[in-house]
């Protein structure tokens, strides 16, 4: 059973250019999470998404951040216009939701963001 | 809000001696804890989990924590470290079931 599989690895953007993170969950997961690490901080939150809902985007800067998880095909973090301060390691789970208390999120390998 | 402060940044220990790896937390309402650990190149592993109960909690590969509400900490430990062990160990905090705050990290080096 694959997991959860994330791409690019690696992706190098200038200012002002867009920067699009893809995450495919493990095979019968139907919710996805997105986290951010910066440099020399723990993951944090950004957003949570069901099959075509968005859960929980607290997490989420007010502006050029978006994410969609589509009924068919990967779930997407779009960061527009990105800035030096975006480079990151853009983390995402998934999880089966089958209503457990504490249901363990299973995480990809992470994309590292470089904005030059 | 809440936030995880893993004490030690780096922690080299010997094959076969013991570690220890500090985790302490804040929070105005109860939190589930967990440690996760991730290898080169890989995706973040759980490796166990506190929601209730028993305030010792055993995981995967021989490790085990204590939840300590008084002292708001959940250190992870393994009585017995292998070269395998090598990898960066993390903590973390959700006031619900799915909105996880890590600490920054834990590396951990297992020599020979």
């Known amino acids: 059973n694959a997991g959860v599989m994330q791409n690019p690895r690696h992706l190098v953007r200038r200012r002002g250019q867009e920067a699009r993170l893809r995450c495919s969950p493990m095979?019968?997961?139907?919710?996805v999470y997105w986290y951010r690490q910066l440099p020399e901080e723990g993951l944090k939150f950004m957003v949570y998404?069901?099959?075509?809902?968005?859960?929980?985007e607290s997490g989420m800067p007010k502006e050029r951040f978006s994410a969609e998880f589509p009924k068919e095909g990967p779930s997407i973090l779009r960061i527009q216009q990105v800035v030096r301060g975006d480079s990151a390691a853009y983390f995402c789970?998934?999880?089966?939701?089958?209503?457990?208390?504490?249901?363990?999120?299973?995480f990809g390998p992470g994309t590292r963001l470089l904005v030059l | 809000a809440q936030s995880v402060t893993q004490l030690d940044s780096q922690v080299p220990v010997f094959e076969e001696a013991p570690v220890e790896l500090r985790c302490n937390y804040s929070s105005s309402v109860s939190v589930y804890l967990f440690w996760y650990v991730q290898y080169p190149n890989q995706g973040l592993q759980l490796l166990l989990k506190?929601?209730?109960?028993?305030?010792l909690v055993k995981g995967i590969n021989g490790f085990e924590a204590e939840f300590n509400k008084s002292q708001t900490s959940f250190h992870l430990r393994k009585p017995s470290v292998h070269i395998s062990d090598t990898a960066e160990y993390f903590c973390?905090?959700?006031?619900?079931?799915?909105?996880?705050?890590f600490g920054a990290g834990t590396t951990v080096t297992v020599r020979a």
């Open positions: 789970a998934s999880s089966p939701r089958q209503g457990n208390l504490g249901e363990t999120q299973y």
């Open positions: 095979k019968g997961h139907s919710h």
């Open positions: 506190y929601l209730s109960g028993s305030t």
């Open positions: 973390a905090v959700s006031p619900n079931d799915y909105k996880l705050s």
């Open positions: 998404l069901q099959k075509e809902n968005i859960i929980d």
